[in-house]
């Protein structure tokens, strides 16, 4: 292989790299809601959102749903919280979310919502709700399920609260692993630099 063409091969890996680190970058943010029982329902599970392309990907998984078949109406409401939504005073729907069947007291469903985790978590008050069996056409069944959508403001103080909290009497936590996002915005950077570099040599 002549210099020429490494230097096009190697070009064509940075920007690849770059590519592909975005991403990643673009499409990591995802964040699991715990759904709690509503008016004594015994429903809970979990609503995982996750950023993508497209939206916002919503993974609903249900247990305790009382009757096998029922189909459970969902949505993400605006302009209130699980607990207004539980005094009778709940939020209109603003994202229409795909029903959840049960099957064996279980059930999961999966939309893609047209918005962005800065407008969910952004601070405005958002809360993801599962309703009972439909039995009136006209009329949406109260909540069995309920998940607050927490702003990542308010979460990441609770969050550093409570490490602190515990800091003081744990051991010191081996890293996980997992690549951080600093990690991947240097790492891109460097992939574009790279690129441009060969770029100037092949045109020179």
Not at 45 to 59: D, F, I, M, W
Not at 90 to 109: D, I, K, M
Not at 160 to 180: C, Q, R, V
Request: charged fraction near 15%; glycine fraction near 12%; hydrophobic fraction near 40%.
């Amino acid at each position: 292989m002549n210099r020429r063409s490494m230097m096009v091969t190697a070009l064509a890996s940075a920007l690849l790299t770059a590519l592909m680190l975005g991403s990643a970058w673009a499409q990591g943010s995802s964040k699991t809601l715990e759904l709690t029982p509503s008016r004594g329902s015994g429903v809970s599970g979990t609503a995982t959102l996750t950023e993508t392309g497209g939206g916002v990907e919503v993974v609903l998984e249900l247990q305790g749903l009382p009757k096998d078949g029922v189909e459970h109406m969902a949505h993400i409401h605006s302009d209130a919280t699980c607990a207004d939504d539980r005094a009778g005073q709940g939020g209109p729907v603003e994202f229409p979310l795909q029903s959840v069947v049960a099957q064996g007291s279980t059930g999961t469903s999966t939309s893609t919502v047209d918005t962005t985790f800065d407008e969910l978590f952004g601070g405005e008050p958002y809360y993801v709700n599962v309703h009972a069996e439909q039995t009136d056409p006209e009329a949406v069944p109260p909540g069995v399920a309920c998940a607050d959508v927490v702003s990542m403001s308010a979460s990441a103080s609770a969050s550093a609260s409570a490490s602190a909290s515990a800091s003081a009497s744990a051991e010191p936590l081996s890293d996980t692993g997992g690549i951080s996002p600093l990690t991947i915005v240097l790492a891109g950077a460097a992939g574009l630099v790279t690129a441009g570099y060969l770029l100037r040599r092949l045109t020179a």
